[in-house]
């Protein structure tokens, strides 16, 4: 046999089709296409037709004119600023316009015998393990850059900005959103398309991405010169958040749990007596019958429309929770589950959820199951003018999180469980739209790609109240903006363990309550002690409730500290309507990093406890107890002025400022002037 024939039996081939490069090797059948500017989308799969999902992607605005080149030896496409090789053993290599490398298959491969690299362990960048019976356990290896840092990835309750060394679970929990998108410091962006359960480990030596079961690799990339231009490029190909309304930009009051319309009218009564600003008042869980009854629990609630009509007319807006488990012995159980409308459980009696009753969630990777509880929602609470939803457990949360014991209409959660958030949010987003609604936005636990697009506003989840979990908080909802989602926000205070008459709670709601000041949404919430009296014991009522938690529940200098924040806030209203234009029409982050605003200044790529909220404002949140002073760096390539003392520094060094406990530390760019009411 010659060689070359030899080397057509151990290698693949290539060609070109349409505007794509593909590539084939015994079952493998792999394309490379444009999809976007200066971007790539490659797909792989070893089946007898390549799955038609698209998951987080969407057409894109614009996209460029591929140079695609075919050889005997291996195939070049080049879209804008990015290109990518594929040789004869398969291995894909991505440079920018540069010819810098970007990220590379790591593979170490024996088929290699005509090349110059032969290696004996046989390791492969991308490895389809067969599941028997089934489809594919997926894992796809890249060269690892050690000096490279990565920043998005969603949520994540630990303290890092820089995930460059993290190992992190591609799945949801609650307070833990996995959105695969992540932007390296080399120039590139990495879209994991793929909502199956799996794990990233962004090692020293070695990137892997794993899915444990699915039927394709998907992965988008993009080559920019800033991360402003990669985050722009990826808003195209994932959708971008709706324009905020006006309303939701200032400040929303909530607690864990107003028990009855009263008390809640009352709490709204009060705020405007003291004339302090609020746009939106909540109202919590088990306000209804049973789960999966989506009403209001006459009981406590006898009369929301009128309830609803004084709230407006005071300028407030209801939110109201809604929550996708079913319980058995609610209204709608048995017709949702003869539909087929809940998910099911593999094996075992069918429970997802056990927390105050059995309970199933509502299928919302089924269009049916999505278009059934709109129409209650509708009937019950949007026909009564509440016009933004609390869409609360969206992870969904589960009594044990054994993602291989569920399946969705879609398909077994471990293979498409992570986009259930996102179609969560489709059930209320397209309902509300086909009401004519424009603007819309609805509170979520969880996010995946592409959930922005639905007008998800993404909290942190059920997180504790302590000095570490508030620093937690810093990095995740950096790292959310830096993974395409705009709108992100905490519980102010965090949620579990604050007792309201514990003065170290205090010291943290004042420095959190800062903070929330300059996220792109300000919510107080949380579950406060000492726990009040049950108001009643049936229905909605047997949940219990926390501890007052309004701005006025604590002590005077806490209440003079916080209702000055409401109101600077609320002065604010100008600025960060511009900050949500360029999020709606850019996909620019609200609060993002330091470097996304200066990425020549190296050093500014090195602080993690810092941010810019908008283009001219920058944050230092304080983030340890008993902290009165710190050190603020201030990126190079701009004028920074103290704006308490109006003090004024050259960027590029760092800064001492006091930072006494009514006073968090705030510079701006240039010649914006913030005005401290």
Request: charged share 25%.
């Amino acid at each position: 046999m010659a060689a070359q024939d030899e080397i057509r039996e151990v290698f693949g081939y290539f060609e070109k089709k349409g505007n794509a490069l593909c590539y084939r090797y015994e079952a493998e059948r792999l394309i490379i296409e444009p999809w976007g500017e200066n971007s790539l989308r490659v797909r792989a799969a070893k089946l007898a037709e390549m799955p038609a999902e698209d998951w987080a992607l969407i057409p894109p605005e614009k996209t460029g004119e591929p140079v695609i080149t075919v050889r005997e030896d291996g195939g070049e496409i080049v879209n804008g600023k990015i290109r990518a090789e594929i040789n004869l053993i398969g291995k894909i290599t991505f440079y920018n316009q540069k010819n810098e490398v970007l990220l590379e298959e790591y593979v170490r491969n024996r088929k290699d015998m005509f090349g110059s690299t032969c290696s004996s362990l046989d390791i492969e960048g991308r490895e389809f393990k067969a599941i028997i019976g089934g489809d594919y356990r997926l894992a796809v290896r890249f060269v690892s850059n050690p000096n490279e840092k990565i920043y998005g990835m969603g949520q994540y309750q630990q303290p890092y900005l820089d995930v460059k060394g993290a190992d992190l679970e591609l799945a949801h929990r609650n307070s833990q959103a996995s959105v695969p998108f992540a932007v390296s410091s080399l120039g590139y962006g990495f879209l994991w398309n793929n909502p199956a359960v799996g794990r990233v480990n962004f090692g020293k030596n070695i990137t892997t991405w794993e899915a444990y079961s699915t039927k394709k690799l998907d992965y988008w990339i993009t080559a920019g010169d800033t991360p402003a231009e990669i985050e722009e490029a990826y808003a195209d190909v994932t959708g971008k958040v709706p324009m905020m309304p006006d309303y939701a930009m200032g400040f929303w009051q909530c607690k864990l749990r107003y028990q009855t319309q009263e008390e809640l009218l009352e709490v709204a009564r009060e705020y405007k007596r003291r004339n302090l600003p609020i746009s939106i008042i909540v109202v919590d869980f088990f306000h209804w019958p049973l789960q999966g009854e989506w009403k209001f629990d006459p009981v406590y609630w006898p009369d929301p429309d009128a309830m609803i009509a004084e709230l407006k007319e005071m300028g407030i807006e209801l939110m109201v929770s809604i929550w996708p488990t079913v319980d058995y012995r609610s209204e709608n159980f048995n017709e949702m589950k003869s539909k087929g409308l809940l998910i099911r459980v593999e094996s075992g009696y069918p429970i997802s959820m056990d927390f105050m009753g059995n309970t199933l969630h509502y299928d919302s990777t089924n269009p049916e199951a999505r278009e059934y509880v709109w129409n209650k929602a509708k009937q019950n609470y949007y026909s009564k003018g509440v016009k933004v939803f609390w869409l609360d457990e969206a992870e969904p949360e589960y009594a044990y999180y054994d993602f291989d014991h569920y399946r969705y209409h879609l398909g077994p959660d471990v293979q498409v469980g992570n986009i259930y958030p996102v179609m969560y949010a489709k059930t209320f987003f397209e309902g509300m739209q086909a009401e004519g609604q424009e603007n819309i936005i609805n509170l979520l636990r969880c996010a995946w790609a592409g959930s922005q697009k639905y007008g998800a506003l993404v909290w942190s989840g059920d997180i504790k109240s302590s000095f570490p979990s508030m620093k937690n908080q810093v990095a995740a909802g950096l790292n959310m903006g830096m993974a395409g989602i705009p709108w992100w926000t905490t519980d102010i205070g965090g949620f579990f363990g604050a007792n309201v008459n514990d003065p170290d709670f205090h010291e943290l709601l004042i420095r959190w309550f800062q903070y929330g000041a300059f996220c792109p949404v300000m919510r107080l919430h949380g579950y406060r002690w000492p726990l009040q009296p049950q108001f009643g014991t049936t229905g909605g009522a047997e949940c219990v409730s926390g501890a007052p938690n309004e701005v006025w529940s604590y002590t005077d200098q806490v209440y003079e500290i916080l209702s000055y924040y409401l109101k600077l806030r609320e002065a604010m209203r100008p600025y960060i309507t511009e900050c949500m234009k360029a999020a709606h029409e850019k996909g620019t982050p609200v609060m993002r990093p330091l470097f996304y605003d200066a990425p020549q200044d190296k050093a500014a790529w090195e602080v993690e406890d810092e941010y810019m909220f908008g283009p001219d404002i920058l944050v230092k949140p304080i983030t340890d107890q008993g902290c009165t002073k710190t050190m603020v760096y201030l990126p190079a390539g701009a004028f920074w002025s103290n704006a308490w003392t109006g003090e004024t520094f050259a960027g590029g060094q760092w800064v001492s400022t006091a930072a006494p406990l009514e006073q968090i530390p705030l510079f701006t760019k240039n010649d914006y002037k913030l005005n401290l009411v």
